[in-house]
């Protein structure tokens, strides 16, 4: 297939685009948001510390469940079954499908694709590449396993939301009201995929036959409008608490402790 601004039948205009607006600002402010966070996430992930504090049983979710050698015990739930190798991360058991899920994630698709691979940058602006495959050929064929990495991503929602009561069970400070409100707001982003709307109310003929399954439609499908706010709001979250629990492990400041 050939690019739309040299299609045969096209009008035969030289400009690439006719728009006149700042189409390019929502494709740069995505670009540096993403780029900025991937950043920040990467180097924490493979700093190897600062994830766990003790007084308090706060573990980052970057790191959790913590499944290596170097892992302190107490943060590791799961068991240690890992090698301490620096370019494995201690949260290897579940980064991996995380970072699946937002990769696969129809929003997210739509940004990078936007921002990243220009393909295309904006509506009615051409692509950058030569040649549009869309995602039925090797590699982006495998987006299609959107649908299985939102399994995964749920349980691991189980885990942050475990990580989340057991922090609990040492009082209450400010580090806990940032973990539960990143597994909430995981918790929103998670049910509101659309493979997960599809999951609650797809194929279904009659829903007056499936009360349970139209009521949990209903409620993700009012989740599902906001997917894309609360894509970026969890990002936002999930960084904080990081950058949060880092600051408290690494001596920057003490937690705010409400009861103790
Ligand atoms: Fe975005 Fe499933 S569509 S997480």
Known sequence: MTSTATRPGRAAIAARTL????????????????GAWVTYATVRVF?????????????TPF???????RCVEEA??????????????DA?????????????????????????????????VPDGHRRYTGETRFPLIFQNVHRYAFYAAAIISVINTWDAALAQATGL????????????????????????????GGRLKHFSKHPVR?????????????HMQLAWITLG????????????AAGWFSDLRIIN
């Open 76 to 89: 590791a739930h799961l068991g240690r079954f890992l090698p301490g190798w620096w370019i494995i991360p």
């Open 237 to 248: 979250t999930l960084a904080l608490t990081d950058f949060y629990i880092m600051a408290l």
């Open 47 to 59: 700093l190897h510390d600062n994830y766990w504090v003790d007084d308090y049983h706060y573990l």
């Open 63 to 69: 790191y959790s469940p913590c499944v290596t050698e």
């Open 92 to 124: 290897a058991l579940t980064l991996p499908f995380l970072l699946l899920f937002r990769l696969t994630c129809y929003y997210y698709r739509k940004a990078y694709y936007r921002a990243f691979w220009l393909s295309p940058p904006a509506c009615a």
């Open 214 to 226: 139209y009521r949990f439609w209903t409620f993700v499908s009012a989740l599902n409008v906001r």
């Open 173 to 200: 400070g400010l580090g806990n009201v940032i973990l539960w409100v990143n597994v909430i707001m995981l918790w929103a982003y998670t049910l509101s995929c659309h493979s997960c709307r599809h999951i609650a």
């Open 19 to 34: 728009r006149t607006d700042r189409w390019w600002f929502p494709p740069l402010v995505t670009f540096v948001g993403l």
